[in-house]
């Protein structure tokens, strides 16, 4: 925690100048933290910015009074084509992409390894409220060994979204009690892998989808490069994430690739019954965000994805759900695998292996920056608390909660999408369970 503040201080202190900044409209928020007098020395200085092409319009629309009021201006650089590739690749060749990245947590080890950006300020710590970011994303995705390099900005989260409303319905209810012999929970949908296929066995080719069309049981990411990787890991970890093991994708003590054992090919051997059975037609080429757009549209029952989804709910131009909604960990398994002895064990309770998978993104200051106070000004305010729960709150930014003061139920209810109480605890309350696992 900041010094002087626990937990219910520092949101309600983050709370109430987001409050005042929503308040003044899109026209964007001034300097942060008093840092007015120290950014108004760099009056006339033009700093670069390249990251996600759905995030950096919405912080610069958040950033106008700041330009204004700092004189320092803050431009877009436009990359076509695969940014991480072309970060990675301005990396190596040490050549200047931009003065200020915000890029993919998932490259992150190999650019901080390379010393390709500045190293993180304690100054600027204190002004983003360090302690306020989740410890997995602030101590371990943003450091290299020892040293800090980035700022969380995002932080990704998979867990399972359901129709909650189909399984409240009591005649649902009774019909999946005599099927399968126990009672669908609409609080926290299925617990296993099993669970979820007999979930989505039940819901396919039912007419409850919009407009009395018949529905599938779940969507997933099933194309090669448009997620298949994350939403495959998501399930293969229920099976291959022993809860006393720390051996996943390798051996720790040989570097011997573990993605052609038992429980990785189970996986996906049961994935791919599970989608030529219960998924939409064509769902071989679904990637991201067909499948979240499947679920909005009314037409699945479950997907396993980022905390976006609870988001996209919301906006009632585009989903048909928003309300309706329920989230829990990513199915668990009582069978796992122990990498170690390679065997199979059954465990008293359902083990789960929440995968946040990506990591979510980071700022960081190019090392081939000429303006790196300026650039430290402009990270200073977009990685304010103020600002990043803005950004987290604009539908269509593409940014999920990476501090705990996002997490405040009133923040969300008031945002400009109005997210029903209720949906609202349970959707910040699946963030934080996975986060704190």
């Known amino acids: ?17 987001s409050a005042a900044a929503l308040a003044a409209g899109r026209a964007g928020v001034g300097p942060a933290l008093g840092a007015r007098g120290a950014a ?46 072309k970060i990675l690749q301005s990396a190596v060749t040490n050549a200047h992409l931009a003065d200020v990245h915000l ?25 983003v409220a360090w302690e306020d970011i989740f410890p997995f994303q602030r101590d371990r995705l943003s450091t290299w060994q020892g040293a800090t390099y980035g700022i969380p900005y995002d932080g990704d989260n998979m867990f399972n979204t359901f129709r909650r409303d189909l ?13 399968y012999g126990y009672a669908m929970d609409p609080e926290t949908g299925p617990k296993t892998w099993q669970e979820h296929d007999q979930y989505a066995e039940f819901f396919t080719g039912r007419p409850w989808g919009a407009d009395g069309q018949n529905g599938y049981g779940f969507a997933s990411m099933f194309k090669r490069g448009g997620g298949l990787f994350w939403a495959y890991i998501s399930r293969a970890a ?78 009632t131009e585009n989903s048909v759900v928003k309300g309706r909604l329920g989230f829990h960990f990513t199915p668990g398994s009582t069978e ?11 465990l008293p309770e359902v083990s789960y292996a929440p995968f946040l998978g990506f990591g979510g993104r980071n700022f960081a200051v190019s090392r081939t920056t000429q303006q790196a106070e ?34 405040d139920v009133d923040a969300w209810v008031n945002s400009p999408f109005q997210m029903e109480r209720a949906e609202a605890e349970r959707y910040l309350g699946a963030i934080e369970a996975n986060l704190a696992s």
Not at 336 to 346: L, R, S
Request: proline share 6%.
């Open 103 to 127: 890029h993919d947590d998932n490259i992150g080890a190999d650019l901080y390894a390379r010393g390709y950006y500045l190293e993180v300020p304690e100054d600027v710590k204190e002004v």
């Open 238 to 315: 229920a099976y291959a994430k022993h809860p006393d093991v720390p051996d996943f994708f390798f051996r720790l003590d040989t570097g011997e690739p573990l993605i052609n054992s038992e429980p990785f090919v189970r996986a996906l051997t049961e994935w791919k019954a599970s989608m030529e059975a219960y998924a939409p037609p064509g769902a071989i080429n679904t990637q991201w965000p067909e499948n979240v757009d499947q679920l909005l549209a009314g037409r699945v029952a479950m997907t396993n994805y980022w905390a976006d989804v609870g988001k996209d709910a919301q906006n």
């Open 1 to 17: 925690m900041i010094k002087g503040l626990d937990r219910r201080q520092l949101v309600r202190s983050v709370l109430g100048a």
């Open 167 to 179: 399984m409240l319905d009591e005649a649902n209810q009774e019909e999946f009690l005599a099927a």
């Open 40 to 85: 108004r020395q760099l009056e006339g200085t033009r700093i670069t910015v390249v990251g996600r092409e759905v995030t950096i319009p919405t912080l610069l629309d958040l950033s106008q009074d700041w330009m204004r009021e700092t004189g320092i201006t803050v431009e877009p650089v436009v990359v076509s084509g695969d940014l991480g590739r």
């Open 374 to 407: 300026a650039c430290w000004e402009f990270v200073k305010h977009a990685c304010s608390p103020q600002v990043t729960m803005q950004v987290s709150l604009t539908p269509g930014s593409g940014m999920d909660p990476v501090r705990q003061s996002q997490l």
């Open 336 to 346: 796992v695998y122990n990498q170690q002895d390679q065997a199979w064990e059954t």
